[in-house]
């Protein structure tokens, strides 16, 4: 990967800057019953013994159905598992019900003795959600709960759910709290709980959470659920510990105040569940990067989470999996097409720092046949992630 001295020591002054960070606030940690944050250095890496399962998603997003019809050509892709949509990915979070029937015909079109073992149906946030309406969040809960069935009903190679979180609809967003463009600030009239306080709506966002997840793990009680944003998406320190590590990061914690109370709500009632932070941030740009990012992702946001009570910040560095990604495109670089040798190298990285999966987002390129209309890829990219993946 391209590099120089010069960037080198800017990382390790980062690094640094961290750990200093992370002895600073451990005394108050302890007060509160609080984990201390995990240095940089010390971020456990392949939990379970495990090395991390490397998966595909991208906008070249197939079908069940498409990934049958071209069966050499995904079995020959270097992943563990790669993400895939339905007719229904963008109906489960509405007031829709979805057919059992229907779902469990679309994901048995994947073939049982596919290569790739992991893999996953995409669900995604489009239609307005109201946290008070009852009837709502029943069906929510019910489409939810028919997803996973029908997924371990398959019998097809099925990881879980991959939940991308990321608001796409038009309109309020449902994970903001409030107007302002400051976190937290209520409003009487405006975002997505208009009236309740941040205590309020924290609680009945948890609700929500865990009343999804109990339909979820009484269907399948030991999938795992990829939600791409993890809960420090949701704390405003986000921004200055991130880039306090030396890492480029947007402020988006004031648009996004309930996406933590929300998973921390599906944390509740996972059962043997795993509820999986995905890690979407594509600003990493080596292994110091990547473990500088996943201190603050598994434990160092619960330092000033208003959200995470102290029971549940005991128990989630343990219990939470942390995911890490990559991305295709250079936003350093005015999104240019990162060459094959960098996006191995990114690759690499995040698989040596990741506890569970690495994920690999693209954009440039179709790598299967999904019909996306974008160029194939060229081999130099296959080849460099099925060296990332091997450990070369």
């Known amino acids: 990967m391209p590099g120089t001295r010069a960037r080198r020591l800017l990382l390790a002054v980062a690094a640094l800057v961290v750990v200093v960070a992370v002895v600073s606030v451990t005394s108050s940690l302890s007060e509160l019953g609080r984990p201390a944050p995990v240095p940089p250095s010390q971020v456990p890496t392949h939990a379970r013994g495990e090395r991390p399962a490397l998966i595909k ?11 049958a019809a071209a069966r050499e050509t995904y079995d020959a892709l270097p992943f563990d598992g790669i993400v895939m949509r ?19 015909a679309q994901v048995s079109a994947l073939p049982a003795d596919l290569r790739m073992r992991q893999n996953w149906v995409r669900i995604t946030l489009h239609d307005h959600l109201d946290w008070s309406d009852d009837d709502l969040w029943r069906t929510v809960a019910a489409n939810a709960g028919a997803m996973a069935r029908a997924l371990r009903e398959s019998g097809r190679p099925y990881a879980g759910i991959w939940f991308d979180n990321e608001w796409y609809g038009d309109g309020p967003s449902p994970w ?7 976190a937290w600030t209520p409003s009487g009239v405006g975002g997505a709980t208009p009236g309740l306080s941040p205590e309020e709506a924290t609680e009945l966002v948890r609700s929500r959470g865990a009343q999804v997840m109990d ?8 999938l ?10 949701s704390e405003p320190s986000t921004h200055r510990a991130l880039q306090e590590a030396g890492l480029h990061y947007n402020d988006i914690s004031w648009v996004n105040e ?13 059962r043997q569940a795993r509820v999986v932070d995905g890690g979407e941030y594509y600003g990493a740009r080596d292994e110091e990067d990547y473990a500088a990012f996943a201190a603050w992702q598994r434990s160092g946001f619960l330092t000033d989470s208003e959200f995470v009570t102290a029971e549940q910040a005991q128990d989630y560095p343990r219990e939470v999996p942390a995911a890490l990604a990559v991305y295709d495109l250079d ?11 960098t996006l191995g190298d990114l690759t690499r990285s995040a698989l040596e720092v990741a506890q569970s ?36």
């Open 57 to 67: 998603y991208g906008q070249d997003i197939p079908s069940p159905e498409q990934v």
């Open 86 to 104: 339905i007719p229904e990915s963008a109906q489960v979070f509405s007031g829709d019900r979805i057919g059992y029937d229907e779902l469990l």
């Open 176 to 182: 903001d709290y409030g107007i302002s463009t400051r």
């Open 215 to 222: 339909a979820i793990t009484a269907a399948w009680p030991d």
């Open 224 to 233: 795992d659920v990829m939600m791409l944003f993890g809960p420090w998406v």
């Open 258 to 270: 309930l996406a933590g109370p929300f998973f921390m709500g599906m944390v509740d009632r996972r």
């Open 331 to 341: 936003q350093d670089a005015d999104y240019a097409v990162h060459d094959p040798e």
């Open 357 to 392: 999966y690495v994920w690999l987002y693209t954009e440039a390129y179709e790598w299967g046949a999904s019909r996306s209309m974008k160029p194939h890829v060229p081999q130099e990219y296959v080849d460099a992630i099925a060296d990332a993946r091997a450990g070369g």
